[in-house]
């Protein structure tokens, strides 16, 4: 009868909760910054699932991490090549024109309505000012979700947002209204191929055609 010795059925148990460990840590840290928080999410139940203590066979093993390998290509790319996107054309030329758009400083100068619009449900804190970045929460008080800066032409009001928690996500909306009547979402992006600091960058990257990656499935 083969002996097995304490110090080996305890190791197994560590490597196992290790494992799970790291793919909790590379699902929902910035390691993956590069995927959209949903794919994180992904790789960690793909993750989890491939270390699952009754799945100890060497072949089904690495038959998951085939399929895990194959399907995060997929995830990578595919949305990519498909979601990239430019400004709308029809405004190109209104966000470019010198002097038209003002910079705003507080959202308390934001229609409510559009507001809500693209914070539905809860409101931001103000460009520069504190915020719970990540889901290690500071102040209670404070928002998740932050503007990180706003201009507008009166008629159509930019923003560029963060959110943070465990995921780290950012995206631009312009939403125009028009006196009393309802706001209208006139374009909903993710984040550009580069920072974008402030509203004068955004107009160079407009002018230079820059691409944003597609509408966030989120919604701070």
Known sequence: MKTTFPVVRIFV???EIFLRLFCVFCAFSRLLGFLAPHLRKSVFI???SLFRVN???FAVRAGRLLWIVASLTGLIFLPRAVADSTFPTAKVASVLEG???KNLSTIK???TDVLRLCFPNHLPADPGKPWNQTDAVQDATLPFSRVQWLATDGTDW???WEHGGIAYTT???MIAKVGSAPPVVVWDAGPAKKQLETFHEFQEYIRSKGLFSGPSS???
Do not use: A
């Open 13 to 15: 148990p560590l490597r």
């Open 46 to 48: 793909c993750g989890w």
């Open 55 to 57: 799945s100890r066979s």
């Open 99 to 101: 002097g038209r758009f």
């Open 109 to 111: 100068d934001v229609p």
């Open 158 to 160: 930019i923003l560029f």
């Open 171 to 173: 995206g631009f909306m």
């Open 218 to 220: 989120f919604r701070p």
